[in-house]
């Protein structure tokens, strides 16, 4: 799969839906005449999750504060070391009832990334010759190393999911992606191990809410998604991958 990087800085406003499979089939009857498949329609998404010793980042994202962040690299389908993946920190911020999701992120080639995390390469170097100098990237590429380094990030757990996205029809701010066979795994932290993993939602013995439904726009949520939302009752929940993944591994290290 060719990944392009589509925007270096985005902010949105994001909600989330854990859903059954009859919901999901009786909301994209109504919806999908909307809807058209999103550029990257059908992918695997594989996401190596960074956190301190500590799990700070983890237990942070659990605590909900009006502000957190999530430092990841995330790849389409199984990469390889010559792959482009994108080295990224996510932030939320809360502000009322809206959330406000800002991803500040990298396009670097997964080889490239581990020899600026494993042999400590100069990471503006790597991005200055990747990216040929782009000014934002270089912002980028100073504000993740920091991070980085001042939190001593370590790799913690591979998490992926079958992913299909749409996009609203004239409204390509408007994205709604559907995440399936949510999977994890603590050991073989590196990406081109593929999607291998132990399932998370028979793992906590959930059978039929497993889909998450998340919604991502520039503006407010059109009213024919709004209407079909309140006559299926799919309203938002609180799910975050790595901090429910979190839970469950703290949960299991104190048995």
């Keep these: 799969m060719s990944v392009q990087l589509r925007d270096k800085t985005i902010e949105r ?10 919901e999901k089939t009786a909301l994209m ?3 999908s005449k909307e809807l058209e498949h999103d550029e990257y329609y059908k992918e695997e998404v594989l996401s190596l999750y960074f956190d301190t010793e ?10 909900r504060p009006n502000f957190r962040e999530k430092v990841r690299v995330r790849a389409y389908d199984k990469p390889r070391k010559t792959s482009k993946v994108f080295f990224e920190v996510k932030t939320k911020l ?3 009832k809206r959330k406000i999701g800002d991803k500040r992120r990298l396009l670097i080639k997964l080889g490239d990334f581990y020899n ?13 010759e990747f990216s040929k100098g782009d000014k934002q990237q270089m912002q980028i590429a100073r504000e993740l190393d920091y991070i980085t380094k001042h939190y001593q990030l370590v790799p913690k757990v591979v998490i992926s999911a ?4 749409f996009k609203a029809k004239g409204d390509s701010d408007f994205r709604l992606t559907f995440d399936e066979n949510l999977r994890f795994r603590e050991t ?9 993993g132990e399932k998370y ?6 059978k039929k809410r497993a889909i998450i439904m998340e919604v991502k726009t520039m503006n407010a949520m059109p009213p024919w998604f709004v209407k079909e939302l309140g006559r299926l009752h799919i309203y938002p929940q609180r799910f975050s991958k790595y901090g429910k993944i979190y839970q469950l591994i703290n949960e299991r290290n104190k048995k």
């Design 54 to 63: 500590n799990y700070d980042l983890a237990i942070k994202s659990i605590d």
């Design 116 to 128: 600026y995390y494993e042999k400590g390469e100069d990471l503006e170097k790597i991005i200055e």
């Design 29 to 31: 009857k109504k919806i």
């Design 188 to 196: 073989e932290l590196k990406l081109e191990k593929g999607s291998k």
């Design 13 to 22: 406003i994001e909600e989330k839906y854990l859903i059954t499979k009859t």
């Design 201 to 206: 939602f028979p793992a906590i013995g959930e």
């Design 162 to 165: 079958d992913r299909t996205a």
């Design 94 to 96: 809360v502000q009322g």
